[in-house]
């Protein structure tokens, strides 16, 4: 029974044009708390798996980056330029 005939059933049951029997409404109620629980289940691994990815691809691109600014020539800002002056100088404030 899939999820669109559960509702269907559920429905019919709650507008009173399904008569069951005790027994057998409680086993439909039981299904039907059974599916939301399964679907719940299935909505947050694949909420999980998501998250897992997006965070596997962003430390695979931050680490390319990384690799990337170890490995190229790139020049000293120029407030690194200035605290390297002042510490020279001695007039550095900086432990």
Known sequence: MNDNEEKQIS????RGELKLEEPSTDLLRKLAGTSDFVVRCAREAASRKICEQKIMALSQRDRQIFVEALLGEAEPGEEMKKSVEEYLDGSSTAL
């Open 11 to 14: 429905e019919a049951y709650d």
